[in-house]
């Protein structure tokens, strides 16, 4: 089954916003066997629109279009698309009375108001959860086009479902095919059509290695295996290796997909860190909540981002106690107890330096664990023996000092984002017993 | 003049990558007076390209073609490029010694490597400072059709000129007419159509109030004005507003920019904190650098991101001494001298305590400013007294302390750093004497 993405605005032909409605859009449709073959946006034009609309059920099957459903003269969706399935435009009594339960004493309903609660006659509803306009279904010389708004809190609650089921599982344990809210039809459009594969995925969430060492070690792992492929994307500092298995039989492709996973763990090695959507900030965050383990930072070149990283799950007052900021070395000094002595002779980005910054924060904070970084995050201040992108990292806990340098020569928020990251793993490592 | 984006990969449809590119060119084609019509994405094959570009020559005035010019077989490009251009791909002999340049002694140069340097004959070759591929321009049925390389940074540097021609003034005198690399061929292009219009344009950046309460205290602006357009981006926690006038003489254009600027700065006010490209990060930083102050944190509910920010800059070692994050309620009276008494009496997100901890870091970190934080991040620990985004600042200096409350009703993420963007704005405040 083949998809058209269709988004609509200004705003985005004129490079004012990006478009991430479309690559959540193709990202949603390709695990359900539905692949995105085109990806067009026009400007808020009824005569581009109409064109765009034309062109777009001339070759897919399917067509998810977005943007211009919102009240003023600019939104002219459900007219386009009214005009072009042969109906009029009319008011759908649900999407009205949601408008009016959520301006109730609050805003007065005028017309334009109304504009969107319009809908082109004949058109499913879908709904629209956490907004206005709701989210249509017409059908234009017999392709589906299916019509959502173009805010983004708004299309991930129309597709996940933010009216979900009765009786649905948690969260979880849902697979692509059993989801509430729109996916649930796109999956019940694509069945319609038969011969689906079925998509079985395991995300590696990869960090320490860049994308083309992990690819040179990845090397060949799915040649062979039928209806198997594996991809790579890099959200800096990791890189998510994608093992996907297709088959018509998700019996099938769930057991080859399982079949790889020893040796693509074996091969990746310590790198690898976790599988899923958990990256490694929320991971290390749950961890240490998870096993009643405090931790401090002291931190210097990352200048706080390691504990902005620490604090940003919910409920991390449990384990996170606070940290240092030691930016100057006379802080290094006041408040860790470094020794003046081990900074003129080893220099503040020294492994003898984080070793007390380290121990200094596991005293001071009487925590489980203390983490301390210094390092040179340019672009000035580098030297020979120590060039920027040179970081000195220690983890202290009552069974001693471990320390790790790191030399990555990139730019200053590359390095600082690096440099905390391994703060982070070294935690991990730390909760593996 | 209309312009087609047409963006070009596999990972663009299936979801993996946002495409930050066209909305890069749409930007830059808009500055210089070509109007983004279309943006297309397609993927890594040649029919779907061939369709692609057929459509977009039929359509536009001038077509930009980015990805596919790589090396590997499923990089199509130039070959579908010529194809329609009714040429042969040929090598480029500049494109082929910079690589050779490049991989001289470390990689050895297959027939694989060498596909990346072709191009179409007869095709005005750009170039590429920062990568191998080239960016070239080829006629196809009349149209200029200018292709790129998918790499951001490679892109990026081909626009704006890499290689600026000898003589150019600094980057922050060039207008958008006389900019090197491709940015000065597109201009080119469009003069030669005639009848271009000069865009003058203010970026007005705005904290404290959201897009709505915004555009209504500017509305009308911009009526009887001719050719004036007023936009807004949300870039949370700031909103942009952007004032463009556009007209065929530059001077007049600039003029009436210049006549809006005394009314829009009266009515947006106090939340109007600087105009530009600089963000508030960016001109805190750049401030405390140039009037040679000392600052220090002292954070709670933001974890260290107050610091991170006040660290980002290159240099920031100048102004920023270093922090205490205090996490924990006995944090606060440790690190930072906060009496025990004052937190049992009004709690530890009070203006009472963020009072303390401010002149405690002040007095302790030995600096000219104090900044401190407390607040209530959710997404629990709210009462109906403190709800969740309830948020106390506090800013000491030898002048005293001056205090803020905030309230946000948001998410946590979002509390935190309007939160530190608030303490960001008690400096810059402050740094005006």
């Given at each position: 089954m083949r998809a058209e993405i269709l988004t609509i605005g200004d705003e985005l032909c004129r490079g004012?916003?990006?478009?991430?409605n479309s690559s959540y859009f193709a990202a949603k449709l390709w695990d359900l066997d539905?692949?995105?073959?085109w990806m067009t946006s026009c400007v808020d034009d009824a005569a581009d629109m109409t064109a765009a609309l034309e062109v777009a059920v001339s070759r897919a099957d399917l067509v998810i279009c977005s943007g211009g459903?919102?009240?003023?003269?600019?939104?002219?969706t459900v007219d386009v698309v009214a005009a072009l399935a042969g109906v009029a435009a009319v008011e759908d009594p649900a999407a009205r009375a949601n408008l009016e339960r959520r301006f109730a004493g609050r805003v007065a309903i005028t017309p334009v108001q109304l504009r969107q609660v319009r809908v082109p006659a004949g058109a499913r509803v879908h709904g629209n959860p956490g907004g206005l306009a709701p989210c249509f279904e017409a059908t234009i010389r017999g392709v589906p086009v299916i019509c959502l708004p173009g805010i983004p809190r708004e299309i991930f609650t129309i597709f996940d479902g933010?009216?979900?089921?009765?009786?649905r599982a948690a969260e979880g344990q849902r697979g692509p095919f059993d989801g509430g809210g729109l996916l649930g039809r796109l999956a019940e459009l694509r069945e319609a059509r038969g011969n689906v594969e079925r998509v079985a995925r395991t995300i590696y969430r990869v960090f320490g290695r860049g994308e083309s060492q992990i690819s040179e070690v990845c090397?060949?792992?799915?040649?062979?295996?039928?209806g198997a492929t594996i991809h790579y994307q890099v959200k800096f500092p990791e890189t998510l290796v994608k093992l996907v298995v297709r088959d018509h039989d998700g019996a099938a492709a769930a057991a080859r997909l399982a079949a790889m996973d020893g040796q693509l763990r074996t091969r990746v090695g310590?790198?690898?860190?976790g599988t899923g959507e958990e990256n490694l900030v929320e991971r290390v965050g749950r961890r240490l909540q998870d096993q009643q383990t405090t931790v401090a930072t002291a931190e210097s070149c990352t200048g706080g981002m390691l504990g902005e990283m620490l604090t940003?799950?919910?409920?991390s007052s449990r384990s996170f106690r606070g940290g240092a900021i030691t930016y100057a070395n006379d802080e290094k000094i006041r408040q860790?107890?470094?020794?003046p002595d081990t900074l003129v002779a080893h220099?503040?980005?020294s492994e003898e330096v984080v070793r007390e910054m380290a121990s200094g924060a596991l005293a001071r904070f009487g925590t489980d664990l203390a983490v301390a970084i210094s390092g040179v995050?340019?672009?000035?201040?580098?030297?020979?023996?120590?060039?920027?992108g040179t970081v000195w990292l220690a983890l202290a806990s009552a069974r001693g000092v471990t320390t790790k340098k790191i030399g990555f020569p990139g730019a200053r928020d590359l390095i600082r984002t690096l440099a905390s990251w391994w703060g982070l793993r070294m935690i991990d490592e730390a909760l593996d017993g």
């Open positions: 004012e916003i990006v478009n991430t539905i692949t995105t073959r459903l919102g009240p003023t003269e600019d939104d002219l933010g009216v979900r089921p009765a009786g090397r060949g792992i799915v040649d062979g295996v039928p310590g790198f690898l860190y940003r799950l919910p409920g860790l107890g470094v020794s220099g503040a980005v995050a340019g672009p000035d201040g580098g030297t020979p023996e120590k060039p920027v």
